[in-house]
C-alpha cells in the first residue's frame, strides 16, 4: 500500500475575519471530498494574519503509488482551478511507500 499526503497553505486575501476564512475553508473541503477519494483536513495555525491563513492536509491511499501522486497533483490542480480568490502559496506533497 501507498500513501500520499499534501500539505496545501493558501492564503485567502477577501477574508476580514475568522468566520470569512471558515466558510472558505469549509468549500474547499467540501468540494475537494466531493470530487477525490481522500481525506481532507484543515489545519489551525496561529499566526499574524490567521484570518487570512489556511492550510489543508490531504491524503489517499492506493496501490499504486504513481496514481497517489496524480490524485494529490490533480487536487492542487483543482483548488488553483476552482477557487481564484484564494491564492496558492506553497504545497509539499510526498507519497509513503510500504505501509
Known amino acids: 500500500m501507498?500513501?500520499?499526503?499534501?500539505?496545501?497553505?493558501?492564503r485567502a486575501p477577501n477574508s476580514h475575519s475568522l468566520k470569512d476564512r471558515r466558510q472558505v475553508?469549509?468549500?474547499?473541503?467540501?468540494?475537494?471530498r466531493g470530487r477525490f477519494n481522500v481525506s481532507v483536513a484543515q489545519?489551525?495555525?496561529a499566526?499574524?494574519?490567521?484570518?487570512?491563513?489556511?492550510?489543508?492536509?490531504?491524503?489517499c491511499?492506493?496501490?499504486d503509488p504513481n496514481h497517489a501522486d496524480a490524485v494529490l497533483n490533480d487536487?492542487?490542480?483543482?483548488?488553483?482551478?476552482s477557487r481564484p480568490d484564494v491564492?496558492?502559496?506553497?504545497?509539499?506533497?510526498?507519497?509513503?511507500s510500504g505501509v
Open 2 to 10: 501507498h500513501v500520499g499526503i499534501v500539505r496545501i497553505a493558501l
Open 25 to 32: 475553508s469549509r468549500s474547499l473541503i467540501q468540494r475537494i
Open 43 to 45: 489545519e489551525i495555525e
Open 47 to 59: 499566526d499574524g494574519d490567521a484570518w487570512q491563513s489556511v492550510t489543508l492536509l490531504a491524503s
Open 61 to 63: 491511499v492506493s496501490s
Open 75 to 81: 487536487l492542487v490542480e483543482f483548488i488553483e482551478k
Open 87 to 96: 491564492e496558492l502559496i506553497d504545497y509539499g506533497a510526498e507519497v509513503i
